[in-house]
């Protein structure tokens, strides 16, 4: 078969692969590109475990072809953190306890991360709905929500 | 799997003919959270995926001089949400599209995705429907255009020439007094398949009905234009009588059927429930226009 060449951003860095026309993105993150944040929870965009931004949009990679890529911006999880420093989300999901077995969380945290670019001050049933496409089957996302209302107040106190 | 092959044309004249040239082995790919599911379960298996995403005329929403709007069958939820003035105009479409799937698969599904997977219960097709969408059709004989209702022709089938793409939808202008909405019922709170599922839009002058559409789905094979509904309000001041009359007509559309998520009596009985809820959030927000 046909080999796909695809030229895109990831994490801001200028990155190329090949893929297969049906491959998903997920299946090129986890595999070739060796990105293994994202995970595949369901492969049907109803889990969002596989969460990326797509050119400044949340999505699910899973429900992404890889040749959709070209020309486009990608963000993973694995460009969250700046070095060794934590995103105020991780740094609140760890301090919370927000997370159990950890399958979720990278998706939960781009989704959020979403959020709160958007809107800084949600309230929390803004934040319930946001992230309704995130499943976690370990924390009963009280834990979950409470940290993203608790990091989002810090962000806007810092802001200030 | 056999040889696939993925191509994304920029132009419109480039998907037909190759689309056509494929002659039903090609899949549309706009938004792709229906058809990487079906890919994925083996349901669909393309032989060229034609990602019609890179052309202006399927990814724009244009507002037309007369104050109608024209959208790209392929623009996501998340995009529609985010224009400055649909939803002012068509809060009651704005409303069905958004409703569909979760924050990401807002990030990618179309109203052109939802209407060509042809569900009867594909929940912007109602709304649609009473806003008198016409959608603009490309094949390989040239442009056409349809009523919206006329699209469907029943579950997963659409009234598609073979190599013809659903190119966008037109909304009409909106005369002062207006105002549209869509209302469902699901089993759950969010994120489900609508039981039933109503579009209804509405102009008032001095509180008198003087233009009504109801849209209808997950009833009958396809979405249903319920034309004796909009008739029975017609002319009245929304006094009750109207509406009964309006929801009698409403559950005498449906032709249902009986699943797990509901039963024909059910569905019959929400359907003129459902009408009578979505008029008053219609006639509200003409009130406001």
């Known amino acids: 078969m046909a080999k796909m060449h695809v030229t895109?951003?990831?994490?801001?860095?200028?990155?190329?692969?090949?893929?297969?026309?049906?491959?998903?993105?997920?299946?090129?993150?986890?595999?070739?590109?060796?990105?293994?944040?994202?995970?595949?929870?369901?492969?049907?965009?109803?889990?969002?475990?596989?969460?990326?931004?797509?050119?400044?949009?949340?999505?699910?990679?899973?429900?992404?072809?890889?040749?959709?890529?070209?020309?486009?911006?990608?963000?993973?999880?694995?460009?969250?953190?700046?070095?060794?420093?934590?995103?105020?989300?991780?740094?609140?999901?760890?301090?919370?306890?927000?997370?159990?077995?950890?399958?979720?969380?990278?998706?939960?945290?781009?989704?959020s991360r979403a959020l709160l670019e958007r809107n800084p001050d949600p309230t929390e049933s803004e934040v319930r709905f946001w992230l309704a496409g995130n499943l976690c089957r370990c924390t009963g996302y009280d834990k979950i929500v409470r940290a993203v209302m608790e990091t989002a107040a810090e962000m806007r106190g810092a802001a200030r | 799997m056999t040889e696939i092959r993925y191509i994304a044309p920029t132009t419109l004249d480039e998907a037909v003919g190759a689309y056509a040239a494929a002659a039903g082995a090609a899949r549309i790919l706009a938004g792709g959270t229906d058809l990487l599911v079906q890919m994925r379960s083996g349901a669909a298996q393309p032989g060229t995926i034609i990602d019609i995403k890179k052309i202006a005329e399927t990814t724009s929403i244009q507002e037309t001089p007369e104050g109608g709007f024209v959208i790209g069958a392929a623009v996501s939820g998340a995009v529609l949400a985010e224009h400055p003035r649909l939803g002012q105009a068509w809060p009651g479409v704005l409303e069905a599209i958004n409703l569909i799937g979760s924050t990401q698969v807002q990030g990618r599904a179309s109203a052109g995705g939802n209407l060509c997977n042809g569900s009867p219960a594909g929940d912007s097709v109602p709304a649609m429907v009473a806003a008198g969408a016409v959608v603009n059709l490309q094949g390989p004989n040239g442009r056409r255009t349809m009523p919206v209702e006329?699209?469907?022709?029943?579950?997963?089938?659409?009234?598609?020439?073979?190599?013809?793409?659903?190119?966008?939808?037109?909304?009409?202008?909106?005369?002062?007094?207006?105002?549209?909405?869509?209302?469902?019922?699901?089993?759950?709170?969010?994120?489900?398949?609508?039981?039933?599922?109503?579009?209804?839009?509405?102009?008032?002058?001095?509180?008198?009905?003087?233009?009504?559409?109801?849209?209808?789905?997950?009833?009958?094979?396809?979405?249903?234009?319920?034309?004796?509904?909009?008739?029975?309000?017609?002319?009245?001041?929304?006094?009750?009588?109207?509406?009964?009359?309006?929801?009698?007509?409403?559950?005498?559309?449906?032709?249902?059927?009986n699943d797990k998520r509901g039963t024909i009596a059910y569905r019959i009985k929400v359907a003129g429930v459902l009408l009578k809820r979505a008029v008053a959030i219609a006639a509200e927000r003409a009130g406001r226009n």
Do not use: W
């Open chain 1, 8 to 111: 895109t951003t990831i994490n801001g860095e200028p990155e190329e692969f090949l893929c297969d026309p049906h491959d998903s993105m997920l299946d090129m993150l986890r595999g070739a590109l060796g990105l293994t944040g994202a995970k595949e929870g369901c492969g049907t965009g109803d889990c969002g475990a596989c969460s990326i931004m797509l050119d400044g949009r949340l999505v699910c990679s899973c429900l992404m072809l890889a040749p959709e890529a070209e020309g486009k911006k990608i963000d993973t999880i694995e460009g969250m953190a700046r070095g060794e420093t934590l995103h105020p989300l991780q740094q609140k999901f760890l301090e919370m306890a927000a997370l159990q077995c950890g399958i979720c969380t990278p998706g939960v945290l781009m989704a």
């Open chain 2, 150 to 257: 006329a699209f469907p022709a029943g579950p997963g089938r659409t009234n598609l020439a073979p190599g013809e793409i659903l190119v966008s939808f037109t909304l009409p202008p909106r005369p002062k007094g207006s105002g549209d909405a869509y209302l469902r019922m699901i089993p759950r709170t969010e994120m489900d398949i609508a039981v039933v599922g109503v579009g209804v839009s509405l102009t008032l002058e001095n509180g008198t009905v003087t233009a009504a559409r109801v849209g209808l789905g997950a009833v009958a094979p396809t979405v249903l234009l319920v034309e004796d509904a909009a008739k029975a309000l017609i002319g009245s001041k929304l006094e009750d009588a109207a509406l009964e009359a309006a929801a009698a007509a409403c559950s005498a559309a449906c032709k249902p059927i």
